[in-house]
């Protein structure tokens, strides 16, 4: 039974090439001069509109685009040249068909979350995600993968590791994404600062609202970055400005500085910050960090 499956297979092949060699060379001769007209003016084009773009970003995007494009044109004038003799080819797509789907299926799962990344944009060249516990910086979007420069953990302070991760495009279908530069340009970023009991907390409250003004950018509600994401997704914070929130936890009273910045400059912004409030709360006799390693581990 299955040799006689495979045996008319081989025939129906073997029909299809023997039907005529020369209609065959001809239309395999006009397809090589599609071929080569269009890469030729694809190449006459980019030489063209390349020259006026120096951005490296968009030279890459318009290199890649093209190529697709070129692709898909090629494909769109084979069709009227082969059509004649496809009868017969379609007989043996309909019986592999099946086999191709499932064969096939993460590759035309990756094609389609191409196009839904392409026209849905919910990420961007450049743009900061997470997705399948992965965080990192995109790079590059193809049609079977987007890469990306790995980031660590905001606990360990969002610093690039160097490792390019290669996603496939299905995963925009299968897992949550979250984007932190795209819809909003800003993240809201706290600062855990632990003091004993026995401190001037409003003392320390005022030293370090002195210290956030000094250290962050100051954002207004005209910024144009706020704009953009009150005009495309009604996102709208009524106070922009930093702040600090008072709990007591285990003992000890806790002060967070909450604020926003943009994810690239937080471990900067950051670190500056923590220097100039251990400088400060050292020379204050009734101001004291609390050593309790239990609070310090309770937040990120």
């Known amino acids: 039974m299955t040799g006689d499956f495979f045996s008319e297979i081989i025939i129906v092949i073997i029909k299809w090439i023997s039907g ?15 071929v080569l007209f269009v890469f030729g003016l694809r190449r006459l084009l980019l030489a063209f509109l390349l020259k ?24 769109i004038l084979l069709f ?19 086999g191709v789907l499932i064969v096939m299926k993460e590759a035309i799962m990756n094609i389609g979350g191409w196009f839904y990344i392409t026209i849905r944009r919910p ?19 193809r049609m079977q993968e ?30 949550v994404l979250s984007n932190s530069s795209k819809e909003f340009s800003f993240n809201w970023q706290e600062m855990i600062i632990p003091l004993t009991l026995k401190s001037d907390w409003e003392r320390a409250v005022s030293i370090i609202k002195t210290i956030a003004k000094k250290n962050l950018q100051i954002i207004s509600e005209d910024d144009s970055r706020l704009k953009k994401s009150e005009f495309e997704y009604s996102i709208r914070y009524k106070r922009l400005e930093p702040n600090i929130f008072v709990e007591f936890n285990k003992g000890a009273v806790i002060l967070i500085l909450r604020f926003l910045s943009e994810p690239r400059d937080t471990r900067m912004i950051t670190d ?8 400060k709360l050292s020379l204050e006799k009734k101001i004291h960090l609390c050593e309790n390693p239990d609070i310090w581990s309770g937040k990120d």
Do not use: C
């Open 146 to 175: 987007f890469t990306m420069i790995e980031v660590r953990k905001r606990i360990y302070g969002e610093q690039s590791t160097g490792k390019i991760l290669h996603i496939p495009n299905s995963y925009i279908f299968t897992h």
């Open 123 to 141: 990420f961007d060249e450049g743009n900061r995600i997470y997705i399948d516990g992965y965080l990192g910086d995109v790079i590059e979007i």
């Open 20 to 34: 005529s060699f020369k209609e065959i060379i001809f239309m395999l001769s006009v397809s090589a001069l599609i």
């Open 52 to 75: 006026k773009r120096s951005n490296h970003k968009n030279r890459l995007r318009w290199k890649r685009n093209s190529s697709y494009l070129s692709l898909l044109v090629i494909a």
């Open 80 to 98: 009227p040249v082969w059509m004649p003799s496809l009868s017969n080819f379609l007989a043996v797509i309909g019986i592999f068909g099946a």
């Open 272 to 279: 500056q910050i923590w220097r100039d409030i251990l400088k």
